[in-house]
């Protein structure tokens, strides 16, 4: 014949000895069940059980047992309370789940087990609030980040866009000037070597000759040679063609002057 009073009182030495604090016994009338048994309240956190420091947890759970005559054959009497932050229908499916596994645990004690899947539903249930809490803080951190976009300034970047933007800046330029300015023929500026060919070399050495001789070398300062208007090999034919222009003056005004 199994004895019921004596594996229950084991069991209440065994539960104050593991749980200590978080164990006590309470009044029949604070547990919520109808009996004039002795009740118990358990304090659950979820929290592993390194955890020393219950009282910082955010939610706490109140489980509330009194054994019954048969016990542990048939199942404890079970209630649940918040002692912090648990809702009233988190309360209710952890109450149903709890009655449950007393169901299919009869036959053994079993309140400690009860107490670890209580332990187990509320750290889940947690992990769960503080996953969507930490999800939306990402979010928040996503949307504070500024992801530059484009490709990096370089040497040659910076040369390419300078150029494409002078030309844009002179097109803009272009379309404000008035169209006589645009359509106005410039006047092209002759090559050294068809200056000379042109006659106007002789031309102004024969002004210049009658005025005074000591302005000769303001003549020639006067004509402007660029380099850049031809190329080496034609220095020697344009200097000996000035020359002869030159001797050709000469004569020309010795012959007036006798």
Known sequence: MTDYAQEQEMEIEALAAILMDDFKEIHSAESGLSTSNRCFQITISPQDDEEDDSASAPVQLGL???????????????????????????????????????????????????????????????????????GADDETTKEDIIIPHGEPVTVETFLAWRERFEAELALERAKLMPDSALGAPKERKLAGRQWFESGRAVAAARGALPAAEEQEEEEDEDIDFDDEDFEDDDEEDMLEHYLAERSDSSSHSSKRAA
Do not use: C
């Open 64 to 134: 509330i047992f009194s054994h019954t005559e048969r016990y542990p054959d048939e199942p404890p009497l079970l209630n649940v309370k918040s002692l912090r932050g648990i809702s009233t229908q988190d309360l209710k499916i952890i109450k149903e789940q709890l009655q449950q596994e007393a169901s299919e645990n009869l036959g053994m004690a079993m309140v400690y087990t009860l107490v670890n899947s209580s332990k187990d539903w509320l750290s889940t249930r947690f992990a769960q609030d503080s996953g969507i809490d930490n």
